[in-house]
């Protein structure tokens, strides 16, 4: 993996899964939780296992009506690069 990754997924618990077996996994990645159909409904986040934070925010009852989520990593990513785009994202948003 060289180049940077972004991952679009139902935000559901199979889809959650499937995020073990990616290669972003265990890396730092950032991640965006959102409502397509609710306008300007989104959770801006950072982790280094992705799989684990989903499934914790699929357990939040706060985090119900978000129905979509994106990872976004590169295997070159540390965790201040990754805190340094949540926060920028954040920012804009």
């Known amino acids: ?14 889809h959650v ?6 290669h972003l996994n265990n890396y730092p990645i950032v991640y965006i ?3 397509e159909k609710k306008k300007p ?3 801006i986040g950072q982790t280094v296992q992705a799989a ?3 499934k914790n925010h699929i357990d939040d009852k706060k ?6 989520f ?8 540390h965790q201040s690069a990754t805190y340094n785009i949540e926060s920028n994202l954040i920012n804009y948003l």
């Not at 899964?17 to 990616?22: E, F, P, Q, Y």
């Not at 985090?63 to 979509?68: D, E, Y």
């Open 1 to 14: 993996m060289n180049e940077l990754v972004f991952e679009k997924r139902e935000f559901t618990s199979d």
């Open 17 to 22: 899964n499937v995020v073990k077996a990616l």
């Open 33 to 35: 939780l959102y409502n």
């Open 41 to 43: 409904t989104a959770y």
């Open 52 to 54: 684990r934070r989903l």
């Open 63 to 68: 985090r119900k009506n978000l129905n979509r």
């Open 70 to 77: 994106i990872l976004i990593g590169h295997e070159k990513f």
